[in-house]
């Protein structure tokens, strides 16, 4: 399926995603967030710091007694022209923290990551774009009770090969599943391979985020885990008397 959106930020163009090649997923896994409504949004092409991205996000609550793993993520990535291309490495991480604006890391305490690529990659027009998936994950987050500002993922393009620019897309939409405010996270003011919690920024609508989708299972939390141990052990030692 193939969907046609109109580019923002003084750019009339046409941006254009595809899904590339969906994984059958786990029957227990669930989409946890989901912002891929468009309009889609990409900065100017060249951009510095453009390459790394993070944004917030809110699942809905896992069964009690269970947290999230993180199973799938897919994120739509745009190419300034056509023609073949390819992703060579990029990195995606986790976090179980969003710090409050400030000087500081914008994300804490990390919950795990991967790098991905893509190859064959074949665009016919300028700006088009895909939905990059990728299945198999096992990225345990920790509960969300007390964490106001929600999830955080970050974003690392890191290389990639085509005739011209690869980006990151943004979407001003409502999350379908799960929430993030308004804004996103880029390493646009000191492009230095980091991201502050200052480096926070919209296009200017009610709803700028990363165009990303997550899937996950529901695990059981650590404390449940050892209870269940627990009372394993228990009643073993208790068939042995």
Known sequence: MEFSFERQ???RRTLTLAAVALVA???QAQLIYENLG???TVLAPGTPGEDLAGDNF?????PIGQNWQITDFGIAIFFEVAGSHSIDDIRIDFFNQVDSPGAGPAFSSLAGGFNGNATGITTTAAFNGFLFTWSGL????ASSAGNANGYGVQVSLNSFTSPGDVMIGYTDSVATVGSSANGFFADLTT??????GDEYFTFGNTNDNLAVQITAQPVPEPGTMIALGLGASALLARRRR
């Open 9 to 11: 930020k003084n750019m």
């Open 25 to 27: 997923v786990s029957a």
């Open 38 to 40: 468009g309009p889609f």
């Open 58 to 62: 809110l699942p809905p609550a896992p």
């Open 138 to 141: 096992s990225i345990d987050l």
């Open 191 to 196: 492009p230095d391979g980091t991201i502050v």
